[in-house]
């Protein structure tokens, strides 16, 4: 289900075999360090400077929102790194290099670092992922089909029910203008859904535009034609009328509604300050020695450029967070691999040359967290899922995330990673579904 392009494959198991001194001398090469870092040791601040990037949506105007993916256009990512390496202690060839084959992590990657490879292989089936944007993506559901096919995931499509396109009225041909910068954002959404759950069915539902009366339609549509768990990757300025937008879109009881936490460093967006949403905030993620395999640390390139995290202005803090830092909500609340860096694989085609493109932003890690609530099963009626990792068997299935920071704040916990709660990463990222289940 889960199988990727043989050569990804290859290399990949090679990786889990090499020795303890070779994979000392891997993590010397992916990180790009003069010494090796310890067995288990956290990573060096976030590599991001190694790679350049362009915004996907263009900045919006006063009272619109902004979709949070980054296209990587230079660099080196660390997925390449490790395949550099795998080349140097056993020459196998990386085939990352290849303009035409992917340049991040894919499926088998993001599952074996969030400890959800049976998961993935079991569990989804009859759940449905929506993913929210603005505008049209003509090329949706056959971008969807190469990422699927390339990775060996089972087909997604229109004809066999898997997917379905709407607009935010829930007409399927009645659709927004197109849009090349929300093309590469639903890209990226889908590929992540299916990546993380590719037994769930994906529901699509495009917004008229990036106002947040819309996509709050669109959110409202995605509940009514029966989603039960819904990704928004997307923020902008809070405002006096966040709370009336909370009680209109996002108040949904036994649904699990994602949100990015921004991607301009410490300070708060909505709708993910939002009391009723989980807010996904962002990290670097990079193979290593450890028992886990995988270390993370808060993404951050610079102080305006990072995961975002802080004190809402006006968001009510939900009974479930009990950090003193904030009077209101505290953004955020659990965080996946964002760091265009350490970014991830994405088909796309639309405005673009068709091809493989890295991602990164907390526009990757909305969807991947929406999957994982997906593979823990349909959320109970009348409870708020964003609450499930505040529980004392959630904080205790997720990877604590201890090291980095995403702007100033002094040094308390609401931009520098800590153990236990803090802003840019919340609680940590999954470690298996336990988190996620009511």
């Not at 009990?322 to 085609?349: E, F, H, L, Q």
């Amino acid at each position: 289900m889960r199988i990727e392009s043989p050569q990804i494959s290859a290399t990949r198991g090679r990786w889990r075999r090499i020795g303890a001194a070779a994979l000392g001398t891997a993590a010397l090469l992916i990180a790009g360090l003069g010494t090796a870092a310890p067995a288990g040791a956290a990573p060096a601040k976030s590599a991001s400077a190694q790679v350049t990037w362009t915004r996907a949506c263009a900045t919006p105007t006063k009272g619109r929102m902004a979709c949070k993916a980054l296209r990587v256009t230079g660099g080196t990512t660390a997925f390449q790194k490790e395949q550099q390496a795998l080349a140097r202690t056993d020459a196998v060839t990386p085939n990352a290099a290849d303009a035409s084959t992917p340049s991040g992590y894919g499926p088998s990657d993001l599952q074996d670092a969030y400890g959800l490879t049976s998961a993935a292989a079991s569990n989804g089936s009859g759940e449905t992922i929506a993913i929210v944007d603005a505008y049209n993506d003509p090329n949706a559901e056959a971008d969807l089909a190469k990422y699927r096919t390339y990775y060996g995931l089972s087909a997604c499509t229109t004809a066999n029910g898997c997917f379905k396109k709407v607009s935010q009225t829930g007409s399927t041909t009645s659709l927004p203008t197109s849009d090349s910068g929300w093309s590469e954002e639903i890209s990226l959404d889908l590929d992540m859904a299916s990546a993380v759950c590719p037994n769930c069915s994906i529901l699509l539902v495009e917004a008229k535009s990036a106002t947040m009366a819309n996509l709050g339609t669109a959110v409202n549509e995605a509940v009514t034609l029966g989603a039960k768990y819904v990704s928004n990757s997307y923020g902008g300025s809070e405002s006096s009328s966040d709370t009336t937008y909370d009680t209109s879109y996002f108040k949904h009881t036994g649904v699990a509604i994602t949100v990015s936490a921004g991607d301009a460093g410490y300070g708060a967006e909505y709708p993910a300050a939002s009391q009723y949403v989980t807010s996904v905030g962002g990290t670097a993620l990079s193979a290593d020695s450890s028992s886990r395999g995988w270390s993370e640390s808060v993404w951050e390139t610079s102080s305006t450029e990072g995961t975002g995290s802080g004190c809402s202005s006006y968001d009510t803090k939900p009974a479930w967070q009990t950090d003193t830092g904030c009077t209101k909500r505290t953004i955020a609340d659990v965080s996946a691999v964002a760091d265009p860096a350490t970014g991830v694989s994405v088909y796309d085609s639309y405005g673009v040359t068709a091809g493989w493109y890295t991602f990164g932003g907390t526009s990757a890690s909305a969807p991947i967290i929406a999957g994982v609530y997906a593979l823990a099963g349909t959320p109970s009626s009348g409870s708020y899922p964003a609450k499930f990792p505040y529980t004392a068997a959630g904080t205790s299935a997720l990877n604590d995330v201890t090291s980095g920071t995403n702007g100033s704040c002094g040094s308390t916990y609401l931009c520098t990673a800590k153990s236990g709660y803090d802003g840019p990463t919340g609680y940590g990222t999954p470690e298996g579904v336990a988190a996620f289940t009511g």
